[in-house]
């Protein structure tokens, strides 16, 4: 009697036997698929291979008989196969349902352990924050804690002492004797025109916030330092990062809301924020921590300057009202109403500081005497909303920005308009700014533009951007510009 494989169907050369199916196999072709599989094919119970049972045969082995060449004897034999592939393939089917449990479950306990981190981090910022407002800083004029508490339970303005307003007054005349002796002499190392307008993109850095809620929405840099630039963003924190290194410095997370506005101190390494979140923030960067929270408006700020004593900070809101407030105790010194009645939407410090500029929702520009806290000048002319406002080094001039595509030049001595720049229509401008020798003027929009001042000629036009402009600011003697944007990117330009 002629022994046949189970598997394929041959007569075997080693024939075995399965204990637990009874089957006889060919013995290289059954050793393999147990070493596979672990299990008799036939029954699909578990086989190891020392289980088999050689079947002893002679050496010559009888060909098939005539009856295994007929027509049935060939269908049963590709039914055999059929059934033996189709077992294969139930099997593997089984296998592949298994990885599937085991990575969804693999799946689950990784989602469950991202949760449970991000509720820890959560909560060690919360607890960073609560630490912060409690525990005095050293340098402050007085106990942080103190000074946080009072600020955020809206206490009324303790008024500007006569020693500070001598401070301001002292610091105001020794500016104006240095600006008068500067004159009107060009500073030496400060680039030429034909230098701008060979501005190329130079970096562009797509990875200070995050991409979840892209967008760059404020800019400055270290006047000190120029290589440490300060934005604020879309995600709620601003960043601290040196162009040099190309690396981060700080990563500032505490406010509840986007970051509009950022000050970096010209004497410390310090910052300032301001958010819709009502407050404003002066932080630590060495630390990445709050230092002064100050709660100054009841609504979303929109505007923030630093005096130039380094000390004091104006902000504006839509709450119809600007303030004075101490950066070092948190203090607010004065509060004010603007008497229109409308939303105040950016502010900016005289490079003297004695007096400021405030732009408002109904398009005007108004000048205050920061003593008197009085306003001493309307500047209307605008239509649509005041975005940005920048005072000149040489303190004559100032330039505005509306909604409506326009960039004013204003004289402060006659008080009046003597230059208009009009753009394309529907360009948005985001920030004027010019640079810190009053040489150049900046301006940031549905694109980057710079400016020669006093013949008002347009220099260079930088388009790199794949979104509107929010920001820019010169380095020092203009050697490069730095510009941000939402389309998430802080770009660098200068001489290739």
Known sequence: MALYCAISNEVPEVPVVSPSSGSVFEKRI???????????????KELR?????????????KPKPPSATSIPATLKSMQDEWDALMLHTFTQRQQLQTARQELSHALYQHDAACRVIARLTKEVTAAREALATLK?????????????????????????SPEVVSRLQDRATALTQERKRRGRTVPEGLVGPDTIRSFVTLASHPGLHSASVPGILALDINPSDHSRILTGGNDRNATVFNKDTEQVVAILKGHTKKVTRVIYHPDEDTVITASPDHTIRVWNVPTSQTTVLLRSHEGPVTGLSLHPTGDYVLSTSTDQHWAFSDIRTGQLLTKVSDASGVSLTTAQFHPDGLIFGTGTENSQVKIWDLKEQSNVANFPGHVGPVTSIS?????????????????????????????????????VIRELRF???????????????VFLCRQWQELRVLADHTAAATGLRFGRDAAYLASTSMDRTLKIYGLQ
């Open 30 to 44: 059954i050793e393999k698929y147990i070493i596979e599989n672990g299990v008799d094919p036939i029954s699909g």
């Open 49 to 61: 291979v020392e289980d088999l049972i050689e079947i002893k045969t002679p050496a010559i082995v």
């Open 136 to 160: 005095p800083q050293a340098g402050l004029a007085a106990p942080l804690g103190r000074s946080v508490e009072a600020a955020a339970a809206g206490a009324a303005a303790v008024g500007m």
């Open 391 to 427: 005072f000149s080094e040489n303190g004559y001039y100032l330039a505005t920005a509306a909604e409506d595509a326009c960039v004013k030049l204003w004289d402060l001595r006659k008080l009046k308009n003597f230059k208009s720049i009009q753009l394309d229509e529907g360009y």
């Open 435 to 449: 640079d810190q020798s009053g040489t150049y003027l900046g301006v940031a929009g549905s694109d980057v533009r």
